[in-house]
């Protein structure tokens, strides 16, 4: 007798067969004269052992069901993107697969977070594939800055300037042209965007917001660069320098006694400072506000209304 009877198994997968009964044994093929024999078929066959005592032989044959070993292929083996995109591969050659990660479709997309591989599997009628193998190469965004901007401005301020890192780049938006922003499309905040694309065709963005602010009773002074509004106030005044260039400042609220109602540093945003008052518990009449700004003082009268 042979043990076992039959068998399946997939091309390329060794089966063994144990014969008893006699005494010598002579199998067919590869199998040779032990009594137990082993065979890889990479297709359906049918085996024979003869077996001997003393004078008397015998012979049984045996079969095997080879069922093929699924070939799969991946497209694309490999792919180059930037950080943050998706990528997509698809298997072929099996009845179902098995990816890295669980996923059990043909077609998979992954959002690598660095370069790597990825592996998958094919099965069909019980038999699995070897493991391939795809690729991925990320490549990093990269790192991009609008540098100079005003943050916040008059609404007859006229063209502001706008420069990112690195160069090259387009600057989009409201109220943006080229590299200017028109600060005469009106009172409001404005998102201002800057795009840069590297010579791998990875795109890096900054973002800042631009305010422009109705500039109205605006008190003359020396220095174009310095502005002082609203006058008469309300619940806000501020003093505005646009071409502070991190130069720092601070501005001094006092009443008509001569007392420090308020001291204020100035807020920094790119190329301007700002500096902002809060009048909203103050009684209404006269102030005065004292600016301290590249060595120098300046006072202006200030009325709260």
């Not at 998706?86 to 059990?104: P, Q």
């Not at 309300?234 to 109602?261: P, R």
Request: proline content about 4%; charged content about 10%; hydrophobic content about 30%.
């Amino acid at each position: 007798t042979i043990t076992p009877a039959s068998a399946t198994v997939c091309s390329g997968t060794p089966i063994t067969f144990t014969a008893t009964g006699a005494t010598t044994y002579s199998w067919s093929g590869p199998g040779g004269t032990n009594a137990v024999a082993t065979y890889t078929p990479n297709s359906s066959a049918t085996f024979t052992v003869t077996g001997t005592n003393a004078t008397c032989s015998g012979k049984k044959t045996v079969s095997v069901t080879v069922n093929t070993t699924p070939n799969i292929s991946v497209s694309p083996t490999s792919q180059t993107v930037c950080a943050g995109s998706t990528v997509t591969y698809t298997a072929f050659g099996a009845a179902a697969y098995n990816w890295a990660g669980g996923a059990t479709t043909n077609v998979v997309t992954y959002t690598p977070s660095a370069t790597g591989t990825y592996t998958v599997t094919g099965t069909s009628n019980g038999c699995t594939s070897t493991v391939k193998t795809a690729s991925v190469t990320v490549k990093n965004l990269p790192t991009v800055a609008i540098t100079q901007f005003t943050a916040a401005v008059c609404d007859n301020a006229g063209l502001q300037n706008l420069n990112g890192t690195p160069s090259g780049g387009t600057f989009s938006g409201t109220g943006v042209s080229g590299t200017s922003f028109d600060p005469s499309i009106g009172v409001g905040s404005y998102q201002v965007y800057y795009n840069y694309t590297d010579i791998n065709n990875c795109t890096g963005v900054d973002s800042t917001t631009i305010t422009v602010q109705t500039c109205v009773g605006i008190v003359k002074n020396s220095n174009p660069d310095i502005s002082f509004y609203p006058n008469p106030a309300g619940d806000e005044f501020f003093v505005m320098i646009t071409k502070a260039n991190g130069v720092s400042a601070s501005g001094e609220l006092i009443d008509v006694l001569g007392n420090l109602v308020q001291n204020k540093n100035a807020e920094v945003n790119g190329t301007s400072s700002l500096i902002r008052f809060d009048l909203q518990n103050l009684g209404d009449g006269v102030y005065f506000v004292r600016l301290k700004y590249n060595g120098k003082t300046q006072v202006v009268k200030l009325i709260h209304q």
